[in-house]
C-alpha cells in the first residue's frame, strides 16, 4: 500500500512493461526509491516470438509473462494495472483513465504499435502483429483461411484462400513469411483432403530494393534465397496500393496487379503510441514523423529533466547521427540506464549520455536457416539458426517459459508439428467477417 | 477429395469432435467406409481440466488438440469444420450452415452446453465453463477482480471484489473452488500491496445435502473437509435465488442471504444441444428434460436404425434403470461402441446392446488431494490425487501435450507459480463490462 511506503523515498514512475519498462523497474530493484508500473496488459510480452504464436509454433502464455510474478520479490516495485491518459508535467503528476498518481521521476516506455500509414481502412483486411490478441486473430484467419479452402468447390476461389500476402520485408514480415511457408509445406500438409497445401502461394511485399533492409546486403540476398527455397515468392520495390477483403493490387514502377487473396499480413510498419504526441504537446517536446518523441542524449526531454523516454516511443540519436532502431536491445539498454541515471542522481553524480551497444540482429527464414549480424560480423545459414535460437531462449523471461519453448520447438522441429494451431474465436457461432456466407456449399460433396 | 472416394464405400458422418465422436471416427480407422467428422471447432478438447486453463494453471492449447493432427493418418476419414444445423432422415441427409451432407450412418455427439434453469439472463453475470473462450473470459475475469481490489480503497467495495461465488458442487464446481483457493492462497500471495490475496472469501454452493453427489457419501465429506481446509466455505442445501453483477442472494429453506461479489462461476447444470430437440423433431424421437435424445439399448433412434446418438446427447438407460451420466468414459465407449455397430452391419453381424463399463469417477481438490471410486472402491488423498494425475495425463490426447502438461503441474506444484494467467482480452482499450467506471481512483495513491 502507497501508504504504507516511506514517503521521503522518491517515486519513480514506469509507463510500460515491455522490454525498456521492465528492465528499468528491475535494475532499480536496490534502489532507494518507491517503483510503480504501469501497464494496460498484466503481462511482460516477448514481441519478436509474436509471429510463432500467430502461426500456431507456440501458445501466447509461452511468450508472455505476467508482471506481477516477475517482479513479485522486488519489494520497492508496486504494479498497477491502469491506462495512462494525459501528463500535468508543472504538478508532477500521471493522468490515468481512471485517476492520477503523482511521481519524482516518470519513464514512459509505452511502445510502438501498427500503422497503415494513412490507410486506417486497411486495418481489418490487413492486420498488423502487435499483440497476443493480435496473433491469436490472425492464427484464427490464417487457418480459417485452409479450412475454407478445404470447403471450397471452385478452383479459383480455392486458389484465393490458399493465397497470402504479407506486406513488409523487415524481420517481422520474413519471418513471417517463412513460418507461414512451413505451416503450409510441412505441417499441414498431409491434413487436408481436397486441397494440396503446399499449393499455397506466400507473397512477400517490399518497397526497398532488397528484404531486411537494414543488414548487410550479403545477409538480405541470403535471406532472400532461404524464403525462395520455402516457396515464397519475394516482391521487392513492390508497393500494397490497394487492399481488399479479397485482393490486394501490387504496384511497382508503373505495374499494377491485383492478387486475389483471403490472407494479408501487416508486417510494414509501426508507429509510436498516441500517448507520444500527447507527452510531447505538454512539455513542448517535439515528435518525428513516426510519432516518436525526440529526447536528450540522456533520455530526458528539454526542460523536463524529471521525465525520462525510452524504447520504441523515443527517438535518440545514435552514434551514426540517425535515430536508434526500434528494437529490443535498444530498449532494455535505455531502461537500465534510466535506472541508473535516477540512482546516480540521488547520488548527486553526473550520468554520460546514453551509448547503445549494438548487439546485432537477426532473423529466421525457417528451419534451420536464419541470418545474423554481431559485431560487424554477418552469419547466415544453420550457424545462425542455432545462434537465434539460443538468444531468443536466453531472452525470453522466467525459467520455465524456456523450458516449455525448448520442448515445443525441439517437437515442432522433429515432427514438424505445430500443436497450437487452435481455432476459438468464433465458438460462440458468431460468423467470422471473412466468412462469405452462401460462397460455400457442400452439396456436390458426396456426389 | 470425395469425388476420389470409392462411392461404393457406405457414408459414414459423424457430428461433434468431443469424446464419443472422435472415438467413433477412430475405431473406424479400418472399417470399409468413408467417414466425415464435423465439428464448428477445429480441436478436440479434454473439457475435465478446463477449469485450470481458467485459473491459470495450463495454457488453451494444452488441453486441445487439433483435429486434422489427431486423425491425419487416418485414410478414411475427412474433416470439415462446419456447424449442423437440421436433418433430413428421409433423404439421409444432414443440413448444414452452408450446405448439406449425404450418409449413410449418421452419428450424432454433438455433446451438451451450461444451463442456467430458465435463468438466460445469469449468463453474464455467472458465465459457465464448458469451451476454451468460456474458460479464457473466466480466467480474465478472476484476474481482473484481484486487479480491481487492489485498485480499490473502499474496504468493503474490495472485499467484494475478492469473493468468488461457485454455483454447483458436482466435480467441476469442486475442482474450480479448489483451484480458486489455491490461486489466492499460493500463486498470487505475494504479487499484491494492497490486498491480501489470502483475504479471498471463496463460497461452493450446492442445491444437495452434500458435494458431490453423485460420490460415495464418505469421498462427499472427504472432499467438503478438503476444499473447507483450502478456506472454500462450502454451503450445501443452498440455492442462488438471484445473480447480479454485484451480488447473489443465497437461499436455504426460509433464509436468505446476500453476498456482495463480483464475480460468480456457474458449474450448477448443463443440458444437451439444441441440436438433440431438432434431431427428435425430425425423427420422431423423445427428449428427456435435458434435452437428451431417447435412444435405444444399441444407441439408435427408434424406426432410425442408421441414426445413433451418444455422449452427452444421448439419455442411455443404465444397468440400474438410470440414464448414464454426463462422463468421458461414457461418451468413449459408446462411440467405439457405435464404429463396433456400424462393422457388424457391414458383415451382417448382430450387436448385443450398449452396456457401460463403470470405471469410476474422481475429482481433485487442490494439491495432493482428491477423491476417486474405482469399481466399487473409494479412494481419497493423495493416492487419489496420484491416479488423477496419471490418468488425466494419459487420457489427454498426444505425446507432446502430455509432456507439455506434466512440466506444467511438476512446475507449478514445485512453485506454486500458475504462469497462464495472462489477461488478454481487453487489449484493445474497450473496458470490460465489469469495469465500474469512476468508481477506482489513485488520487490518495501517494497522499
Chains 1, 2 share one sequence.
Not at 553526473?350 to 527464414?365: K, N, S, V
Request: hydrophobic share 45%.
Amino acid at each position: 500500500m502507497a501508504g504504507q511506503q516511506s514517503q521521503s523515498r522518491p517515486q519513480v514512475v514506469i509507463i510500460g512493461g515491455g522490454f525498456g519498462g521492465l528492465h528499468a523497474a528491475r535494475a532499480l530493484k536496490r534502489a532507494p526509491v518507491d517503483v510503480t508500473l504501469i501497464d494496460r496488459r498484466n503481462h511482460h510480452l516477448f514481441q519478436p516470438l509474436l509471429y510463432q504464436v500467430a502461426t500456431g509454433g507456440l501458445s501466447p502464455a509461452n511468450i508472455a509473462s505476467p508482471l506481477r510474478g516477475i517482479l513479485h520479490r522486488q519489494q520497492n516495485c508496486r504494479i498497477l494495472l491502469a491506462e495512462a491518459t494525459g501528463f500535468d508535467p508543472a504538478a508532477k503528476r500521471l493522468l490515468l483513465a481512471d485517476g492520477e498518481i503523482a511521481y519524482d521521476t516518470l519513464i514512459v516506455a509505452a511502445g510502438a504499435r501498427s500503422t497503415w500509414f494513412g490507410h486506417d481502412d486497411w486495418q481489418d483486411d490487413a492486420p498488423g502483429l502487435k499483440s497476443l490478441p493480435d496473433a491469436v486473430k490472425l492464427r484464427e484467419r490464417i487457418l480459417r483461411a485452409f479450412e475454407m479452402a478445404e470447403r471450397e468447390t471452385n478452383p479459383d476461389s480455392r486458389r484465393q484462400w490458399l493465397t497470402f500476402v504479407v506486406v513488409g520485408g523487415g524481420p517481422t514480415g520474413v519471418e513471417m513469411a517463412g513460418a507461414l511457408s512451413e505451416l503450409a509445406r510441412h505441417t499441414l500438409r498431409h491434413d487436408f483432403h481436397r486441397i494440396d497445401p503446399t499449393e499455397a502461394r506466400i507473397i512477400l511485399v517490399d518497397a526497398e530494393p532488397r528484404v531486411l533492409g537494414g543488414f548487410p546486403e550479403k545477409l538480405s540476398a541470403s535471406a532472400a534465397r532461404s524464403l525462395e527455397r520455402l516457396g515464397v515468392v519475394v516482391r521487392t520495390q513492390t508497393l500494397a496500393d490497394e487492399i481488399h477483403a479479397d485482393r490486394v493490387v501490387l504496384r511497382s514502377g508503373e505495374d499494377r496487379e491485383t492478387i486475389a487473396t483471403r490472407t494479408v499480413v501487416w508486417a510494414a510498419g509501426v508507429q509510436a503510441v498516441p500517448l507520444g504526441r500527447k507527452l510531447a504537446e505538454a512539455t513542448g517536446a517535439e515528435t518525428d514523423r513516426g510519432g516518436r518523441v525526440i529526447v536528450q542524449p540522456d533520455l530526458t526531454l528539454p526542460g523536463h529533466p524529471d521525465i525520462l523516454v525510452l524504447g520504441d516511443l523515443a527517438n535518440c540519436t545514435g552514434a551514426d547521427g540517425r535515430p536508434l532502431p526500434g528494437l529490443a536491445p535498444v530498449a532494455i539498454q535505455q531502461g537500465r540506464y534510466a535506472a541508473r541515471l535516477i540512482i546516480n542522481r540521488l547520488k548527486g553524480r553526473e550520468t554520460p549520455a546514453f551509448q547503445y551497444r549494438d548487439l546485432g540482429a537477426m532473423a529466421t527464414i525457417g528451419r534451420r536457416s536464419a541470418v545474423a549480424t554481431f559485431r560487424g560480423w554477418s552469419i547466415q545459414g544453420f550457424a545462425a539458426w542455432l545462434a537465434w535460437l539460443f538468444i531468443h531462449l536466453m531472452q525470453l523471461v522466467g525459467f520455465e517459459n524456456r523450458l516449455l519453448v525448448l520442448l515445443q520447438w525441439a517437437w515442432n522441429y522433429l515432427t514438424f508439428s505445430r500443436s497450437a494451431r487452435l481455432m476459438t474465436l468464433y465458438e460462440d457461432g458468431s460468423r467470422p467477417p471473412e466468412h462469405p456466407a452462401g460462397s460455400v456449399s457442400e452439396k456436390t460433396a458426396t456426389s
